[in-house]
């Protein structure tokens, strides 16, 4: 579904129309974006309230394609995460609107919120390429199509999800029932801040709990805006609170707040492990880590050659490369392993970089200064270490974060580039003969989030996705997503599951109830 909405920014001149493998939702034409998109929501959202920082510090948004500074924006702290844990509770307290409220209804909020952001979708789109420097055609075809989705799939969960009755011995009347957990921390990331937000949201809302998130300091923008469209939904105050501010100030408050039940995070293993650890040492609250990854894409020498060069393009280059899931060890056969080489170097060498708003351009910028640098550094140690640089490698542009499009080649198992995670539009390619050696070597990772094989041959491809230690394996596709499939990681790329029915699970309490009864009939 991913590659299907990307390609159209290759195709896209103006606006265009979707043919049939799209949604309904994404079939019309793609409005023109505004560059300039007005600012609204700049401060922190408590109670369904606007508030400046308690401390009354900002810190700048900055547009990645330029540079510039877009505005400033409230910095949150513990003050003020300890303002909204107390709306939070007040907003969850026993006989309150939120607890009382019908599960139906809280379905009916949800439906009512995708509504408002499918009304709102142009300009949420234009914001977030502002912020985050990603394609305007991939926010308005891909990001917003999945958030509409995402939260509509929750809503339909809002009263389906219960517990059950239980025969037990005796004359007894024995049922569960699924409680929420309470006030839920949550953590969201920069790469796709309208989606992880809806991820975040849909499952704590539709089981009736109540929010206090941060969102990333280099992408606060399109997040908050959404602060304001809860409340016109009718949520009701202190059920969502959105906090912008730094991982060491008001993430690690959220992570070791004694009034926080649960806490989920979509982000870096090295601040997971922070988070888990602020959760113990504090109330022992429940933990979702959504971490890191060095997903391998295994091509077999038997896979269809064009389709395998496309999407392996795409399982690395999508979004700049900044996905936790990307495709970022390519593992080819041996015997199509210079045709594959060779094909995957002209495919990343005609990719558009340039400017986000313009429907040619494919790459934006990377997210920040720091990614930029770290991406750069990445590729100046694979050129040290021996890998062979086909392409790329350098900025892409005078201003702003641009990267070009990268491939090495000759890369082994033990070098940097084929072991950390990159998390950018940096291609390597590594050459298998085996299966068995193959499923080894990509299992031989502190990662295990995602990984992919292409074969035509169907014993292949489950031999090889049943050895793969991942979360998701994708066969003969890359970044599939939809609301319906749980999304997670082994290892130390998380635990616990978002999407689906699965991702329900980490958002409740099951309760046993026990009624003695003067007698028990079957």
């Not at 991406?375 to 702003?400: F, V």
């Not at 974060?401 to 990159?422: K, S």
């Not at 939809?482 to 309490?509: C, D, H, I, T």
Request: proline residues 6%; contains cysteine; aromatic residues 10%.
């Amino acid at each position: 579904m991913l590659r299907a909405a990307v390609r159209v920014s290759r195709l896209c001149r103006g606006p265009v129309r979707l043919g049939a493998p799209f949604s309904a939702a994404a079939a019309s034409p793609i409005p023109a974006p505004n560059p300039r998109p007005d600012i609204a929501c700049n401060k922190i959202f408590i109670n369904n309230e606007w508030h400046d920082a308690v401390s009354k510090k900002t810190f700048p948004s900055i547009n990645p394609a330029t540079g510039e500074v877009i505005c400033q924006v409230a910095e949150g702290d513990k003050a003020d995460v300890d303002k909204a844990v107390e709306a939070a509770r007040a907003a969850f307290r026993l006989g309150s609107p939120w607890r009382r409220m019908d599960a139906s209804h809280r379905g009916k909020l949800l439906n009512r919120l995708a509504d408002l952001i499918e009304r709102d979708r142009a300009y949420l789109a234009a914001l977030e390429t502002l912020d985050n420097g990603k394609p305007y055609s991939v926010s308005y075809l891909v990001d917003l199509d999945m958030v509409i989705k995402c939260l509509r799939y929750f809503a339909g969960w809002s009263d389906k999800f219960h517990g059950k009755t239980i025969p037990l011995d005796g004359d007894f009347f024995c049922y569960t029932r699924h409680e929420p957990v309470g006030v839920c921390g949550q953590i969201i990331p920069w790469n796709f801040p309208l989606l992880m937000q809806a991820w975040k949201l849909g499952p704590a809302l539709a089981t009736g709990n109540v929010v206090v998130m941060k969102v990333a300091e280099q992408t606060p923008l399109s997040a908050l805006y959404v602060a304001n469209l809860i409340k016109e939904a009718g949520f009701p105050p202190g059920v969502v609170n959105i906090i912008p501010g730094y991982g060491p100030t008001a993430g690690a408050a959220i992570s070791s707040h004694m009034d926080v039940d649960k806490v989920a995070f979509t982000g870096s293993t090295e601040v997971g492990h922070l988070i888990q650890k602020a959760a113990a040492e504090s109330n022992l609250k429940r933990v979702t880590l959504e971490l890191g990854g060095k997903s391998p894409n295994i091509i077999m020498s038997d896979a269809d050659m064009d389709w395998a060069v496309d999407q392996a393009h795409f399982a690395l280059f999508f979004n700049q490369g900044q996905c936790c899931c990307a495709g970022s060890r390519t593992y080819v056969q041996e015997d199509i392993y210079h045709e594959f080489v060779e094909r995957s170097v002209e495919k990343a060498k005609s990719r558009v970089v340039g400017n986000p708003f313009d429907f040619k351009t494919e790459q934006g910028p990377q997210v920040d200064e720091e990614q930029f640098k770290k991406i750069l550094g990445y590729i100046s140690t694979g050129k040290r270490e021996g890998a062979k640089l086909l392409c790329g490698g350098n900025p892409a542009a005078d201003r702003g974060y641009f990267i070009q499009p990268t491939v090495f080649g000759d890369v082994q198992d033990n070098m940097t580039i084929a072991r950390e995670e990159i998390f950018g539009p940096v291609m390597q390619i590594l050459k298998f003969k085996t299966i068995e050696e193959v499923i080894e070597r990509a299992n031989d990772s502190k990662y295990g989030l995602a990984a992919a094989v292409f074969t035509k041959d169907l014993d292949k491809a489950n031999y090889v996705s049943q050895g793969l230690r991942a979360g998701t394996v994708w066969i003969n596709c890359y970044d599939v997503f939809g609301a319906q499939a749980p999304f997670g990681g082994y290892k130390a790329s998380g635990n616990g599951r978002e999407l689906g029915e699965y991702g329900l699970e980490a958002y409740v309490e099951v309760k046993n109830v026990t009624i003695k009864i003067p007698q028990k009939n079957s």
